[in-house]
């Protein structure tokens, strides 16, 4: 017996099953946009904060002194944190959807759950989904501001300023496990929001390249599915 050729395809079987893929595909590109924005405005306000004196300033003044400009920042702060958190976890439900759809294609299924459990086993990755379950049921983010100067003596010409999450307040929560206890603790001091965001995007962006790179591959022109072709 010939094997099946596209021609010999059910053609409405093969064109409805092409529509629901893209449309899968398309709410997990969409999925994605709304994260990467987050991410991005998110990772925009604190470099704005971490590179520009005055505002860093701004930040360690005596809020009484300034309660308007300190006030906008912190509640942006809040907004685009809980965006980034909230639209992560949305990516990923929309994600496993995709990955479903593909069970017939286990070269595929199975490369990303290997890679996707890289990321979602990462220290970041499960600090940050734990995070969020602090903030739902615990309370705000516990930030605190450090400012070091430096330089030559007298001159005090190179600072640092960072945002962090103080590692003592999010410790007397009962939420967290072993894994996330130990990460918390291996900072000296706080957890530096920017540097935690911008590592947890990396390996997203990482992760969500290569999945994005393999629609070609699983859709070839002219190639038929092969579990319509048994």
Do not use: C
């Given at each position: 017996?010939?094997?099946?050729?596209?021609?010999?395809?059910?053609?409405?079987?093969?064109?409805?099953?092409?529509?629901?893929?893209?449309?899968?595909?398309?709410?997990?590109?969409?999925?994605?946009?709304?994260?990467?924005?987050?991410?991005?405005?998110?990772?925009?306000?604190?470099?704005?904060?971490?590179?520009?004196?005055?505002?860093?300033?701004?930040?360690?003044?005596?809020?009484?002194?300034?309660?308007?400009?300190?006030?906008?920042?912190?509640?942006?702060?809040?907004?685009?944190?809980?965006?980034?958190?909230?639209?992560?976890?949305?990516?990923?439900d929309?994600?496993?959807?995709?990955?479903?759809?593909?069970?017939?294609?286990?070269?595929?299924?199975?490369?990303?759950?290997?890679?996707?459990?890289?990321?979602?086993?990462s220290?970041?990755?499960?600090?940050?989904?734990?995070?969020r379950?602090?903030?739902?049921?615990?309370?705000?983010?516990?930030?605190?501001?450090?400012?070091?100067?430096?330089?030559?003596?007298g001159?005090?010409?190179?600072?640092?300023?960072?945002?962090q999450?103080?590692?003592?307040?999010?410790?007397?929560?009962?939420?967290?496990?072993?894994?996330?206890?130990?990460?918390?603790?291996?900072?000296?001091?706080?957890?530096?929001?920017?540097?935690?965001?911008?590592?947890?995007?990396?390996?997203?962006?990482?992760?969500?390249?290569?999945?994005?790179?393999?629609?070609?591959?699983?859709?070839?022109?002219?190639?038929?599915?092969?579990?319509?072709?048994?």
């Amino acid at each position: 017996m010939e094997p099946p050729t596209a021609e010999s395809i059910d053609g409405h079987a093969w064109g409805e099953y092409v529509r629901q893929a893209r449309e899968r595909w398309d709410v997990v590109a969409r999925s994605w946009g709304v994260f990467q924005r987050n991410s991005s405005e998110l990772i925009d306000l604190l470099a704005t904060a971490e590179t520009n004196v005055r505002y860093s300033l701004m930040l360690m003044t005596d809020l009484e002194l300034i309660p308007g400009e300190q006030a906008i920042f912190w509640a942006q702060f809040d907004q685009r944190l809980h965006n980034l958190l909230a639209s992560a976890t949305s990516l990923v439900d929309h994600t496993r959807r995709l990955i479903s759809y593909y069970e017939h294609e286990p070269e595929f299924t199975e490369n990303f759950r290997r890679r996707n459990d890289e990321v979602a086993q990462s220290d970041v990755a499960l600090f940050l989904r734990r995070f969020r379950n602090y903030l739902l049921h615990f309370g705000v983010a516990p930030t605190m501001q450090t400012l070091h100067f430096g330089g030559p003596a007298g001159q005090q010409t190179d600072w640092k300023f960072e945002v962090q999450l103080s590692g003592t307040s999010l410790l007397r929560w009962k939420g967290w496990n072993s894994q996330n206890r130990s990460y918390i603790k291996s900072f000296d001091q706080g957890l530096h929001v920017r540097v935690l965001v911008e590592e947890y995007f990396a390996k997203m962006s990482e992760l969500y390249q290569w999945t994005t790179g393999q629609y070609s591959i699983l859709h070839q022109p002219g190639v038929p599915p092969r579990h319509l072709m048994s």
